[in-house]
């Protein structure tokens, strides 16, 4: 038996673009013997988590090295929603100097970082935190800190409504006419 399907995602917000293709083949089980008492604790401790998935300012750090010519034929390709979304965002970075653009990938980058650490409970974070660039690794390890210093119900009213929150901060930085 075999089965084949594929994800496509697009996130406009974050520019988020992931694909995957998932192939599933049949066969034989086959069961290890059991291990011996205490051994899972053993064989947990040295479980190191997959390493961080691709950052979705990766993906839109490869948007903004193409030339217009380039993208069309890729944009091309989107719904009209999903291409609108992403030139709008475009536009808006291709109007940032070059320092600006970089501050603002940066802080984008950082708050992706962020918030997926927030996820985990502090004790899996570790690993994470030792994958990230030296130069971002202390920024999230002190707004790490203030995050566990709330108490769980504001965490989780935070993550639940973290969508919102954001879209009003960016309504604070837009100057008013």
């Keep these: 038996m075999r089965i084949h399907f594929q994800i496509k995602y697009w996130r406009a917000v974050g520019v988020v673009s992931a694909v995957a293709t998932i192939t599933v083949t049949a066969e034989t089980l086959r069961v290890p013997p059991p291990l ?3 051994a899972d604790a053993a064989v947990a401790s040295q479980a190191v988590p997959p390493p961080l998935p691709p950052s979705p300012v990766d993906n839109f750090r490869f948007w ?7 993208r069309a034929p890729l944009l091309a390709k989107m719904s009209d929603t999903e291409r609108k979304a992403l030139e ?3 536009a808006t970075y291709d109007a ?3 320092d600006a653009q970089e501050l603002r990938l940066r ?5 992706w970082q962020l918030l997926a650490l927030m ?13 990230l660039p030296p130069e971002n690794r202390r920024l999230v390890e002190d707004r790490l ?3 566990d210093a709330l108490p769980a119900a ?3 009213t935070f993550l639940e409504n973290e969508e919102v929150i954001g879209v009003y901060l960016e309504l604070q930085e837009t100057p008013l006419p």
């Design 88 to 90: 709008a965002k475009l």
């Design 154 to 156: 504001k965490q989780k």
């Design 107 to 111: 802080e984008t980058q950082l708050h």
């Design 119 to 131: 996820k985990l409970p502090a004790a899996q974070r570790t690993e994470r935190l030792a994958q």
């Design 96 to 98: 940032l100097s070059p």
């Design 36 to 38: 011996p008492p205490g």
């Design 64 to 70: 903004l090295k193409l030339s217009p010519a380039q």
């Design 145 to 147: 800190q203030q995050w």
